[in-house]
């Protein structure tokens, strides 16, 4: 009776073993999939993007957009009325100071001109004639004179010749008035007819025609336009500027700008003007700023769009970390003014801006990254005035996570110059080489494709590449 129980058990025995094995299986597998996914070490180096702290240029700067205009330039109008007979000139022509440059029927002004010539004769017989008649009456009062010392006239026959003495005279002195007023307005006529010839009030290019030849122009209410001249050798930058970034624009500054289809080319000049009076579309508030260039090559158009760039302050050769893996400490005090009172980092070469004087400023944020340090001899523009006082603006603290190569996180406070949306310059705290934390990635991105990089240095920790939308990076 005793024995049939431990038989059955013994012939159980296998599938318990069987069962028992595929429970510690399911069990560790279970514990191996966690690790990985779960544990201290994808953790550590999947679960962060991180960033290497590297050198390179930097500048802090406000964009805007801008047209090109020649800085000077001149309307040129019709000052009489008439038939437009002759345009010598075609656009694009270059002309000197004096040269004609149309001409308008001047048969209306020359039969005026002729008009007051013969009225100005006519009038200066007249003269003749009346000082003929002054000297008849002088010679009468003469004789009555003498007469009257012989008592051979009256009193009443003298004073008739002294009144017809004085009427001459007085006829005399209208007539000339006449003929002063008669020769003024034909020095009117004549100047009409020489505005029948137009010529050039200045040396430059003729940029616009507007009239055509054979037109009929009317100067009786407004004066019309013919044609502009430009002198295309110097060119005016006119940029709009928002009202959130005005105040950061001062005379002086350094500034360059590119244009459609320049292949990069950079043109340089200075921040000339900022007009008081700003302009005003769909609620936006825009100001102009105004600064001039070069133009010696003419390769600069009028009207032509132009990019451009105010540098605020800007560094060259600098350590660099991206602006996503800083926790700005707002309520921390201000730094010193410059960068020398720092407290380890040297100041790095060509920083501006930050402390060290002024070189050349560095490429805008976008533009591909270069091997080396020396700025390519590109533009034609206005030379940059190294000497020119730019704010050195106050260092700032942050904090930043350091990943080690162990995969330990620390903590470390850092001191930075200067930055922009993207990335800050680094006046210690951090080495070149360094790893640091820039973002988190997020678990549901997890199985989608990866992207390249977000800025200078950044890599992924594990597969997949950067989660999208973390470039910018939120700052912590």
């Known amino acids: ?3 049939a129980p431990s038989s059955a058990v013994r012939k159980r025995s296998p599938w318990q073993l069987a069962l028992i094995v ?6 560790a597998g279970g514990g191996w999939l966690a690790w990985v996914q779960y544990g201290p070490g994808n953790k550590t180096e999947t679960a962060y993007i991180t960033a290497t702290v590297q050198r390179g240029d930097i500048e802090d700067q406000v964009s805007a957009t ?3 205009q020649p800085r000077d330039y001149v309307d040129v109008g019709a000052q009489v009325s008439g038939q437009l007979r002759k345009i010598l000139v ?7 100071e004096g040269d004609q440059l149309a001409e308008i029927d001047a048969e209306t002004s020359m039969a005026r001109v002729e008009a007051s010539r013969a009225q100005l004769r006519s009038q200066q017989a007249q003269m003749t004639e009346r000082e003929l008649a002054l000297s008849k009456a002088e010679r009468d009062l003469q004789r009555q004179k003498n007469l009257m010392l012989e008592e051979a006239t009256t009193t009443e026959t003298l004073q008739n010749a002294e009144t017809t003495v004085r009427t001459a005279r007085a006829q005399i002195q209208s007539l000339k008035a006449s003929m002063e007023q008669l020769q003024a307005s034909m020095r009117v006529e004549e100047a009409n007819l020489k505005f029948t010839r137009i010529y050039a009030p200045m040396g430059g290019t003729v940029v616009s025609i507007t009239a055509r030849q054979g037109q009929t122009l009317n100067t009786n209410q407004s004066a019309p336009t013919l044609m502009r001249i430009a002198d295309l050798s110097v060119m005016t930058v006119q940029t709009q500027v928002s009202e959130a970034d005005v105040s950061k624009l001062r005379n002086g500054m350094a500034v360059y700008f590119t244009t459609l289809g320049g292949q990069g080319r950079r043109w340089y000049g200075e921040l000339k003007k900022i007009e008081p009076t700003p302009t005003v579309t769909n609620n936006v508030v825009l100001y102009n700023a105004l600064f001039e260039v070069p133009n010696s090559n003419r390769s600069l158009m009028t009207q032509m769009t132009a990019q451009v760039f105010f540098v605020v302050s800007d560094a060259r050769d600098v350590l660099m970390v991206p ?8 309520s921390a005090p201000q ?4 960068v020398q009172a720092a407290p380890a980092a040297p100041a790095a070469p060509g920083a501006t801006g930050a402390g060290a004087p002024a070189t050349t400023a560095s490429p805008a944020v976008g ?5 080396t340090p020396t700025r390519p001899a590109v533009s034609s523009g206005m030379p940059r005035n190294e000497a020119a006082a730019r704010p050195v603006r106050a260092s700032r603290q942050a904090k930043a996570k350091v990943m080690a190569e162990d995969g330990s996180i620390e903590e470390r406070d850092v001191t930075i110059g200067v930055s922009n949306r993207v990335h800050a310059q680094v006046l210690s705290g951090l080495k070149e080489g360094e790893r640091v934390i820039a973002g988190v990635r997020e678990p549901e991105r997890r199985s989608t494709t990866g992207q390249a990089g977000a800025g200078v240095g950044q890599t992924m920790g594990g597969p997949g590449g950067m989660p999208a939308g973390a470039a910018g990076g939120a700052r912590r």
């Not at 595929?22 to 069990?27: G, S």
């Not at 533009?367 to 091997?371: C, G, L």
């Open 335 to 338: 730094g010193p003014r410059s």
């Open 1 to 3: 009776m005793n024995q």
């Open 22 to 27: 595929l429970v510690a299986l399911a069990v």
């Open 367 to 371: 533009e591909p990254e270069r091997t």
């Open 90 to 96: 075609e656009v694009g022509s270059e002309v000197k």
């Open 323 to 330: 602006m996503s893996a800083l926790t700005i400490q707002r």
């Open 66 to 68: 801008g047209s090109l």
